[in-house]
């Protein structure tokens, strides 16, 4: 999670709710409370992530966004997070979120091809004389975004690029905080009033 996520928790503007949740007579309450109320605000930035996340060839980055919640009970206060999740379907987020230097494969030839992505590889000359004659263009079924190969000469690593930032997470905040601060405002004035409710003030 970490590098990943977004702190949903800044109350600007919210300091007397702050106030009142802080007067709770059970941190364990306020903290439970709180944190439904921020996961209900964060779902506008999940909506957005999910929005501005390339889809791609399988759609599993896409699908991996969620909000994770966590209570600090001896605090009494919660923070929510949207993010991708660092599991088979979202393992490759840390690369579009942050970039990456310029990288390499270890041997001479990359591809997608795997057990869950499989497809044909073709191979055809170039051309049968000049300067390009005997080279080979590899190709693959279904074609590329799909699917891809690449190869190099002979000792030599294929060039993967630089990958760059696109900062998934804090764009989606971004883009969502109007919505989010009206949302959190009314779900904390609401939790407040059931966790008093509840345990009542100290």
């Known amino acids: 999670m970490a590098g990943t996520g977004w702190v949903m928790a800044e109350m600007t503007g919210l300091d007397e709710i702050r106030a009142q949740f802080d007067r709770l007579a059970d941190r364990n309450v306020a903290s439970l409370f709180m944190g439904a109320a921020l996961r209900k605000a964060a779902k506008p930035a999940l909506k957005a992530l999910k929005e501005i996340t390339p889809k791609g060839p399988t759609g599993n980055l896409q699908k991996s966004s969620h909000i994770t919640v ?54 055809k000359k170039v051309t049968k004389s000049g ?5 080979v263009r590899f190709t693959t079924s279904p074609k590329y975004p799909r699917a891809f190969f690449k ?52």
Not at 86 to 115: C, D, Q, V, Y
Not at 131 to 135: E, I, L, R, T, Y
Not at 184 to 200: D, P, W
């Open 70 to 123: 966590r209570n600090y009970w001896q605090q009494g206060m919660a923070a929510a997070f949207i993010e991708h999740k660092t599991t088979k379907k979202g393992n490759h987020s840390s690369i579009l979120e942050h970039g990456t230097k310029p990288r390499f494969t270890k041997t001479r030839f990359a591809s997608s091809f795997n057990k869950r992505l499989r497809f044909e590889i073709n191979q």
């Open 131 to 135: 300067k390009n004659k005997g080279k």
């Open 151 to 202: 190869s190099a000469k002979k000792d030599q690593k294929v060039s993967l690029g630089r990958g760059p930032a696109l900062n998934l997470v804090s764009r989606a905040y971004l883009i969502a905080l109007p919505e989010i601060k009206s949302v959190l405002e009314r779900e904390l004035t609401a939790a407040l009033a059931k966790a008093v409710a509840r345990c009542g003030f100290a």
